[in-house]
């Protein structure tokens, strides 16, 4: 079956780096998406992959290697604004999107 | 980033009821909408993928008789929770994307449905 992991709950300090990791078996694949969902809102776009490497955007990085069906979204600065859950997707052949359940990062002062 | 609007943004309704969620594309045809829902504090749960033109297609343990989703052209889909109860209540996401291509889903604002 198709299949994404990632860690429940992470926290981590203000200011600090943190690393949230994502696997994934999929039926095929065309990418990888990180998105970002603040408590009562709808999740935002972060980061797309869907060749190995990393890929920086400011404060946030997104890493991704198809051998070993793994990714990681990678902060920096950490901010308290970035107190959120961080979601990876993965699509699938058919170019379904397969979600994890999500990250919450709690960010302390 | 291409713009999915979703209305209303809350709605309370009486048990008994049917509610009507609309979710629109504005600036892109989407061929393919989601309709998730997510409980507090739980990540988004898929409820069913449409595509234009055809049926709904509902992931398991989700009535299709209860959520209603019609998606009749590429700019807007509707979910319709028919005889809404109190379990029912709970924050309704939409997103579009463009099938078959290697593009991100866009979100609408969310639905928050009290049932009462």
């Known amino acids: 079956g198709q299949n994404i992991d990632q860690p429940t709950e992470m926290t981590a300090t203000e200011g600090a780096i943190v690393q949230i990791n994502c696997t994934y078996q999929t039926s095929g694949f065309n990418g990888l998406f990180w998105y970002q969902q603040h408590a009562g809102e709808a999740p935002t776009f972060l980061s797309y992959n869907v060749l190995d490497g990393l890929e920086e955007k400011g404060r946030f990085s997104s890493f991704l290697s198809r051998s070993k069906g793994y990714s990681y979204l990678l902060l920096k600065e950490l901010q308290m604004k970035d107190s959120a859950s961080y979601l990876c997707a993965a699509l699938d052949s058919n170019y379904q999107l397969i979600w994890g359940a999500g990250t919450k990062l709690i960010i302390k002062p | ?116």
Not at chain 2, 2 to 18: F, M, N
Not at chain 2, 66 to 79: D, P
Not at chain 2, 91 to 110: L, P
Request: hydrophobic residues 35%; aromatic residues 10%.
């Open chain 2, 1 to 116: 980033g291409a713009v999915v609007s979703q209305h209303p943004s809350w709605v309370i309704c009486k048990s008994g009821t049917s509610v009507k969620i609309e979710c629109r594309s504005l600036d892109f045809q989407a061929t393919t909408m989601f309709w998730y829902r997510q409980f507090p504090k739980q990540s988004l749960m898929l409820m069913a993928t449409s595509n234009e033109g055809s049926k709904a297609t509902y992931e398991q343990g989700v009535e299709k008789d209860k959520f209603l989703i019609n998606h009749a052209s590429l700019t807007l889909s509707t979910l319709t929770v028919t005889s809404a109860h109190p379990e029912d209540s709970s924050f309704y996401i939409c997103s579009a994307r463009v099938r078959d291509m290697n593009t991100e889903a866009f979100f609408g604002q969310g639905t928050r449905l009290t049932v009462v």
